[in-house]
C-alpha cells in the first residue's frame, strides 16, 4: 500500500509580464511501501517515475512564461498503480499572479517629479512599478520651480497634469516637462543727481538665469524713495527693450529717460524690473516664486519742487480775522501761496509769504462767514501739493 500525495511551488509570485515562473511539482510517498508506475499529469508537462520507495520524494521542475496579466493557473493529478487509501491529496493547484510593469519617463528640457495613486511610483528617483492586472493608476506630474509641465504620452485619460493608466500589460508613460526662463536685473546704475524736467541716463543688465528661452520684454526704469523697488508703488520712469535671451544670456544698454516736473526734491533710489509687464511666463531658479526680477541701483539726489506743507489750521480771531499756521516740510522752497475759497470747491490765491514761514494773518473778513483755506509751497521748479483742507467761520 502506497500513501502519496502532491505539490505544486510557483517562483516567483507575483511575476511580472514577459518575465518566467518556474513550477516545482513534488511527489511524496508516505505509505509503507513503494508505489510503482507514478503519473502526474495536468496543465504543466507529465512528472513521472516508474518506482517511489517508501518516504520518498521526486521533484519535477517546469518554466512557463507569463504572458498576460492576470492570473496563471495551474492543476495537475496524480495516480500510481497500487492501492492509496487517501486520494484528497492526489491532487494540487496553484495560481500565479502576473502583474504589469508601468514605466514612467520623463522628457523634455525641464524638471519635475511624477508621483502615483496607487503608490509605488515617485519619478524622481523610482520610475517603475509592478501593479495586478486592471489596476487603475493615477499619475500626478509637478513641475520644479524653473519649469511647466507640458504633456502626457501613453495616457488612457489625460486631464491637464494627471492622467490614469489601466494596467492590461506592461505600459509606458512619458512626462514632458519645459523649462522656464528666468529673467532677472543683475546691474542698475545712473547718476547721483539730476532736476526735475531734465533726462537722465540709466544702464541696466538683464540676465536670463532659466533654463528656458525668453521671449522679448521690457526692463522697466524706477523712481522709489526707499531701497525696495516695486512696479506697484513706485515710479516708473520708462523701459528699455529687452530681445529674446536664451539660458545664460545677458544684454547690456542704456537709457535717457526725463524726470518729471512734479518730483519733490529729495533723496531717491534707481531701480530696474525684468519683465515688469510680465509678459514673459517665468520660473525662479533661486526660490519657491517668481520674485527675483526688481533690483535697485544708486541713490540720486533729485532738485524738484518743493515738499508739500501739512497740519494746516485755521484759527478764528474775530468778526474779519482768521490766523493760518502750517507745518514747513521743504528745505528748498521760495515761500508759499495761500488760496481761499467760500465753497470748499473754487479756490483762488489770496497772497504770498516768503521761504521758512509758517503762518498768516488773513484780516478784512465778512462777519459770520465760512471761509476755506489751502497753502502749498514753490520754487523756481514749480509747485508743491496742496495741503490739507481747512474751514473756519468768522464770529458774528
Not at 508505489?35 to 518554466?63: D, I, K, M, R
Not at 509605488?120 to 509637478?142: F, M, Q, R
Not at 522697466?220 to 529674446?244: E, F, K, N, V, W
Amino acid at each position: 500500500m502506497a500513501d502519496l500525495s502532491l505539490a505544486i511551488a510557483d517562483t516567483p509570485d507575483p511575476v511580472l509580464l514577459g518575465d518566467s515562473v518556474t513550477y516545482t511539482v513534488t511527489i511524496t510517498n508516505n505509505g509503507p511501501s513503494a508505489a510503482t508506475n507514478v503519473v502526474a499529469s495536468g496543465t504543466l508537462p507529465e512528472c513521472s517515475t516508474s518506482s517511489l520507495a517508501s518516504g520518498a520524494t521526486f521533484p519535477c521542475t517546469n518554466t512557463v512564461a507569463a504572458s498576460s496579466v492576470g492570473t496563471l493557473n495551474q492543476s495537475m493529478t496524480m495516480t500510481a498503480a497500487e492501492y492509496d487509501p487517501d486520494l484528497t491529496n492526489n491532487t494540487a493547484t496553484t495560481t500565479t499572479n502576473v502583474q504589469g510593469l508601468l514605466t514612467v519617463n520623463r522628457n523634455g528640457t525641464g524638471n519635475g517629479t511624477v508621483t502615483s495613486s496607487p503608490a509605488g511610483i515617485n519619478c524622481g528617483s523610482d520610475c517603475t512599478e509592478p501593479y495586478d492586472a486592471s489596476t487603475s493608476v493615477t499619475l500626478t506630474a509637478t513641475a520644479e520651480n524653473d519649469s511647466v509641465f507640458g504633456a502626457w504620452n501613453g495616457c488612457d485619460s489625460p486631464t491637464g497634469n494627471t492622467c490614469t493608466v489601466s494596467i492590461f500589460g506592461n505600459r509606458n508613460v512619458t512626462a514632458t516637462f519645459n523649462g522656464l526662463p528666468d529673467l532677472v536685473v543683475t546691474a542698475v546704475s545712473g547718476p547721483t543727481s539730476g532736476t526735475t524736467g531734465a533726462s537722465i541716463t540709466i544702464s541696466t543688465t538683464t540676465t536670463n538665469s532659466g533654463i528656458g528661452t525668453a521671449d522679448p520684454s521690457t526692463t522697466g526704469l524706477y523712481l522709489s524713495a526707499d531701497a525696495t523697488i516695486t512696479a506697484a508703488s513706485d515710479m516708473c520712469l520708462g523701459g528699455r527693450p529687452i530681445p529674446s535671451l536664451a539660458p545664460g544670456e545677458s544684454n547690456t544698454g542704456s537709457n535717457s529717460v526725463p524726470l518729471p516736473a512734479t518730483l519733490v526734491t529729495g533723496t531717491y533710489y534707481l531701480g530696474a524690473i525684468a519683465d515688469d509687464t510680465g509678459l514673459v511666463a517665468e520660473g525662479n531658479t533661486g526660490g519657491t516664486a517668481e520674485n527675483n526680477n526688481a533690483k535697485t541701483g544708486n541713490t540720486i539726489q533729485i532738485s524738484g519742487v518743493p515738499a508739500a506743507p501739512s497740519n494746516l489750521t485755521a484759527t478764528v480771531n474775530s468778526k474779519s480775522k482768521i490766523t493760518l499756521t502750517w507745518t514747513d516740510n521743504a528745505t528748498d522752497e521760495s515761500g508759499f501761496r495761500i488760496e481761499r475759497s467760500t465753497n470748499g470747491t473754487s479756490f483762488s490765491q489770496i497772497a504770498k509769504v516768503g521761504a521758512n514761514v509758517k503762518n498768516y494773518i488773513n484780516s478784512g473778513l465778512k462777519a459770520n462767514t465760512l471761509y476755506y483755506y489751502r497753502v502749498r509751497a514753490y520754487n523756481s521748479r514749480g509747485n508743491s501739493t496742496y495741503s490739507n483742507t481747512v474751514s473756519a467761520r468768522t464770529n458774528p
